[in-house]
């Protein structure tokens, strides 16, 4: 049964399900009305999906004005199996493990750690156990989000820890059975609010932690570049001349506005060495002058990046996944008040609705999407 699970469904099965998600429920008739396939496949293969448990029958839709029979309603079944997602964040990794809709099971988080080439696999190994050791739900696809570039699985630049050329998906798949991807941040912050969250078909995601990267899901499809290097903006030049930055350029938009800098600079105005974004988020709110300034000049330096973003790719909503702006929207605001150029003032520009789980969300997307072999997979 296992094996037959990750067997990639065939095409017009996953175009079937597709619609059952799509329309919640749906009859035989109107599936095969809506995807042109005939009625006798229809039959064959919702019978397969009834008999695996991808697709429920649910009673009965209104018979059509002509008469006749109500028809049964088919919907699917987000519990046919499970995924997990981790995030492997510079300093933390959160995990889920969560049916194929992002319905959680479980939740794992560590906090306040160095994640290097070395503990890496250990921690994610033990993600895994601890999010799995109370079910035997059956797991049929891993997603791991790294910040930084990823292309086809492959680590390839880790400028804020050391992973870069690390094979970690050699080490997992000797580990475990099931499909594994490895992908960029930004690019899952993208897909989770492209899957789980919005309307919108073309979407930016904009990953603000020690880096900024942006996803892109243009039509509901996520755009990697060749190199898998597309959207990685937090490397365009802000300052010509500027700040050393780990890419080798001088200037770029992340040595000045990522919240590694930002948490900097708030750390040296409050006399800390450490700092969150609650402690960030406390001072605001208590109007300390500095920090209100220093924080409505990285606004101002996002909304540049933005109105770049905007310029190039003409994307609905702009969604901001940061540990601050997640938690202060004011600043949402002042990023929207400087935006008035004819190219971003349209722009709908949104702090991520998942808050601090977009990254994971995101690996569900993809590990949930590559099981059901469905592009464009939308739960809403
Ligand atoms: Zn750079």
Redesign the pocket.
Known sequence: MVSDKFNIRKQNESMLLKKIIDEQNISRADLSKLTGLNKASVSTITKDLIENNFVFEIGTGNSSSVGGRKPVLLEFNPKVATVIAIDVGINYIYGIHSYLNGEEISWFEETDITISKENVLNLINKAIEVLTKKTDLEVVSLAIGVHGVVNNNDIYFT?YYDLTDLNLIEELTKLYDYPIFIENEANLVALGAYCFGLEAHSLVGLSIHSGIGAGIVNDGLLQKGQYGEAGEV??TILFPGGEK?????LG?F??YASTEILFNKIKGILNLNYINSLLVKKEYYNNNKEVVKTLEENAYLLSIGINNISSFLNPQTIIINSPIYNIIPELIDQVKSNLSGQFSNKINIKPSALGKKSIVYGGVALASQNFLNINKLKFI
């Open positions: 400028p937090g490397h930055c780990p890419c080798g350029n770029c992340e040595q």
